[in-house]
């Protein structure tokens, strides 16, 4: 059973289809379902996705797969087509920095529990369990580890809730870094570091979040975003 948005939303990803063959952006999917923030987009897309309705195709621009419409919008003849995005139809290409995981000596690294990407959570102070990393992920020297994200204020960053990010540990962040924050030495949070005078901005990457500033000496850096792991 679907929601009358999540219908709502499968339907105007059918008829942009049907129409021209290019499918809404985000921005045009807000705007056509009437609600404030792309992140409502992003539950909504998960939603159909997680019943089964469209498949998210990996290393594609926008790239849906509509897999089946509830009985009340099923067509005669339908079958299941791709929306390519802005892309001509093409084998699926790799991002450009992508490696083989198979191909290259791979490392386990801990997951110290989960990080906020969102409002800030407890600090993390334990391992939950270890992940396999492509060793060229590790950058530079000095000791790395993992977290899983929890939230969704950096999907504009390209990091989704369930993903898992690879920290290198550092205590020092340049401006526009992604960056583990622990704000007053409880809070934990993935965000955006930007340095102003005595203040640090962390910057969220979703216009549904605000910026939140803190005197510089309530947030300690504790590592830089190297790497993300996503499984589809």
Known sequence: MLTR??????????????ADGVPPSFDEMKEALDLKSKSGIHRLITALEERGFIRRLPHR????????????????????????????????VPPKNAIPVEAIHAME????????????????????HHVAVPGSMLSGRGQHYALEVKGDSMIEAGINDGDIVVIREQSTAENGDIVVALVEEQEATLKRFRRKGNMIALEAANPAYETRMFPDHLVRVQGRLVGLIRNY
């Open 5 to 18: 948005k999540q219908l709502e939303l499968l339907d105007f990803i059918r008829t942009r289809m049907d």
């Open 61 to 92: 621009a926008r790239a849906l797969e509509i897999l089946k419409l509830p009985e009340a919008m099923e067509r005669p003849g339908f079958s299941p087509k791709v929306i390519q995005g802005d892309r001509p139809a093409a084998p699926p």
């Open 109 to 128: 690294l801990p997951v110290m529990g989960r990080i906020a990407a969102g409002v800030p959570i407890e600090a993390i102070q334990h391992i939950s």
